[in-house]
């Protein structure tokens, strides 16, 4: 009779019987599930900058805000960069008019504005100097006022 025997080796082969295979597939299938969970921090950090830059140079007055109420819409290329910025910021101009500053950023004093009158007062002098252009663009309620008054 032919036996053969096995001699033992010095290389340790993994037991995939064992109870630690298991443990070790799960391991990897976490690291694997951060690692995807990192990857998307990384483009949603991105698209944040993106279109925070965006928001910025159309004169947003409260860019973090903006794209909070942004960010579910964002659609992203196949590198990972957001395909709809410029759409976005469009939207968010119609829906939002009011963040959008007009003539650049407008800085507004502690008081806000207390005693001071923004509005010049109208006089008929004033209104003698306009064109029917400039007062057809007027507040027809100052001009009836201003010309029912002889005093003023």
Do not use: Y
Request: charged fraction near 25%; charge should be negative; include cysteine.
């Amino acid at each position: 009779m032919n036996e053969q025997t096995t001699q033992p080796t010095n290389e340790t082969q993994p037991d995939f019987n064992s109870d630690t295979a298991p443990h070790a597939e799960m391991t990897i299938a976490g690291l694997c599930a951060e690692i995807g969970e990192l990857q998307s921090a990384i483009r949603d950090r991105a698209a944040r900058d993106t279109m925070l830059d965006l928001f910025t140079e159309a004169g947003v007055r409260s860019p973090e805000l903006l794209f909070q109420a942004a960010k579910d819409r964002l659609q992203f290329d196949a590198d990972g960069i957001p395909a709809n910025g410029a759409a976005l910021v469009a939207e968010m101009k119609r829906q939002f008019p009011e963040q959008f500053a007009a003539g650049g950023p407008q800085h507004n004093s502690i008081d806000a504005g207390t005693g001071v009158s923004s509005v010049r007062s109208l006089t008929r002098e004033a209104l003698a100097k306009m064109s029917p252009e400039q007062i057809a663009k007027l507040d027809w309620s100052a001009v009836r006022d201003v010309l029912s008054h002889p005093g003023r």
